[in-house]
């Protein structure tokens, strides 16, 4: 498939200020607070009423219940969060212009970061220029991969502003594709799936593969094996502490998807590597990725359940550093009772197969599991396997995942780093 020039939208954007200001969300008493300070989420619960008949994706103003106002948002009334706020300005519209600036913002942040790096031996060209909410853009979420640009648009108000995020995004940073892989169950449930197709192209040709370096490793990953956007770079944090600690260890990395993270302890000493992963296509290209990198030789993997490979590695006498990065276990507040208790499992399964001493990396990407519920998982699944765990480091996402002050919601990554001992 190869696209032209940028896409027109299939729906014209609501930017002018008059649209904008039709329709008024005026918030239920003692809902006011977080939103005063800055929280960008109005749930459906917590609207009193709604003056004016705004469409699906309007700007909205948000008041309290005595009229003052709180910002604006775009509205999305197939969603339980009806309105995410994008500016605490009442008289700044959500136009073209203000999509810029928060893309602008977005980049200058990255840039302070040091992203991205093309420091010989430290090349960082993958990393999340927009972060939804965390760059004031709620929804949007764009990953670069060097020149490419892959995109979210995960509601309604962002797919009707499209064209002026792919214009900006072409201005700010000239890249030859932008890459559109929404969800199609996120853009049903907005209200906007009319490709059919969970990967349009934007602006640009379709590219064959996602590459990109990223601390000193390059990657090449086909668009039809890449998840999500494609890489999880959010665990950049992890993948530099490891590569500092792992010299002449043997590593196990469970979950390993294209092996990121395994290959970084490898480039930091590591005697062996061995990752597993249930998808035989995503072990395929970490092979790939491992000998493109020159470790061919000391990293190996296998299509294979974790705990299968956690049971065997107990059997042999335990890795020196362990990695337990699973999927989302809990994708809302309703399964997190459940959700720890599968952590509690796979806190046992992986600190097993860590010989007494030796690291385990233990890991959880569902915002609905708050740190200390986790370490108390990691407490009670070491006690299940007769181990005792030692939290020496706690790691987040990464700098180019900013989290706002007033949206703990969004600090959904946690790595807890811990030295297992038998008891």
């Known amino acids: 498939m190869t696209a032209t020039e940028t896409a027109t939208p299939t729906a014209a954007p609501s930017t002018t200020e008059s649209s904008a200001a039709q329709a008024t969300v005026t918030i239920r008493p003692g809902h006011v607070q977080p939103l005063w300070a800055g929280h960008p989420w109005v749930f459906q619960q917590a609207i009193e009423r709604i003056d004016g008949d705004p469409a699906p994706g309007a700007d909205v103003l948000v008041l309290d219940p005595s009229g003052k106002v709180l910002g604006r948002g775009l509205y999305s009334p197939r969603s339980a969060l009806s309105v995410r706020m994008f500016t605490s300005r009442g008289t700044r519209p959500i136009d073209d212009g203000l999509v810029r600036e928060h893309l602008a913002r977005a980049l200058e942040l990255r840039r302070a970061a040091g992203l991205p790096n093309r420091s010989q031996g430290a090349e960082t060209t993958g990393y999340r220029l927009v972060h939804g909410e965390g760059d004031s853009l709620p929804g949007l979420v764009v990953d670069v991969f060097d020149d490419v640009l892959v995109v979210q648009l995960g509601t309604i108000g962002l797919k009707l502003r499209e064209q002026a995020i792919v214009l900006a995004l072409v201005d700010l940073l000239a890249p030859r594709a932008i890459l559109d892989r929404t969800p199609r169950t996120l853009a049903r449930a907005e209200g906007f799936d009319d490709t059919g197709d969970e990967l349009r192209v934007l602006h640009g040709e379709r590219p064959e593969a996602l590459t990109f370096h990223e601390l000193g490793l390059r990657f090449e990953i086909p668009l039809a094996l890449a998840q999500k956007t494609g890489f999880y770079f959010d665990q950049r944090p992890l993948r530099a502490y490891l590569a500092g600690v792992s010299r002449d260890a043997t590593v196990l990395d469970a979950f390993c998807y294209v092996g990121a993270t ?162």
């Open 262 to 423: 395994g290959l970084a302890a490898a480039r930091g000493g590591a005697k062996h590597v061995h990752g597993v992963d249930k998808s035989a296509a995503a072990v395929l290209i970490a092979e790939q990725v491992a000998a493109h990198n020159g470790f061919g030789e000391l990293a190996s993997y296998e299509s294979l359940d974790a705990s299968l490979a956690w049971r065997r590695t107990a059997e042999q006498g335990g890795a020196d550093i362990v990695i337990c990065d699973p999927p989302k276990l809990a994708t809302g507040r309703k399964a997190r009772d459940q959700a720890l208790g599968a952590y509690r499992k796979l806190a046992a399964g992986a600190a097993s197969a860590v010989r007494s001493g030796g690291l385990l990396a233990y890991c959880s990407c569902s915002g609905a599991i708050g740190a200390e519920a986790l370490q108390r998982a990691l407490a009670l699944g070491a006690r299940d396997a007769g181990r005792r765990a030692v939290v020496v480091e706690r790691l987040f996402q990464g700098a180019d995942h900013p989290v706002p002050a007033a949206f703990p919601e969004g600090a959904y990554l946690k790595v807890l780093v811990a030295r297992v001992y038998e008891p």
